[in-house]
């Protein structure tokens, strides 16, 4: 493949097909809006997590199912539910800690 000059033909099409695009508005827009951030901000969501403010419904519905893992992993001793009980119970402790920061002031 050359990396010379295009043929006039073709840079008369490569042209107009420019011009389509600078005239769609909804292109030019979203282009205009799009992020070229492809790491994550550890910043952001450090800060999104510090704003967490679960309800007390939330932390309820944790710790039954928290409880739930909990009694049936230690009947059962399956892998999967020990997993699932080790996944679900650090959520259940900070939504908790949260709740009880929430309600006592800071």
């Keep these: 493949m050359s990396i010379g000059r295009l043929p006039d033909h073709e840079q008369r099409v490569l042209d107009e ?3 389509a695009l600078r005239r769609n508005r909804r292109l030019d827009r979203r282009l205009r809006t799009l992020r070229l ?4 901000d550890p910043a952001r969501g450090v800060a999104r ?7 007390v419904w939330t ?7 928290s409880v739930a893992l909990l009694v ?3 009947i059962t001793a399956r892998p999967a539910v020990i997993w699932a009980f080790a996944a679900v119970w650090p959520l259940t402790l900070f939504a908790g800690f949260r709740l009880m920061r929430r ?4």
């Design 17 to 19: 097909m420019e011009r």
């Design 37 to 40: 951030s492809r790491l994550p």
């Design 49 to 55: 997590l510090a704003a967490y403010r679960p309800r």
């Design 59 to 65: 932390v309820a519905i944790l710790l039954a199912v």
């Design 72 to 74: 049936t992993g230690i």
């Design 103 to 106: 309600r006592t002031g800071d």
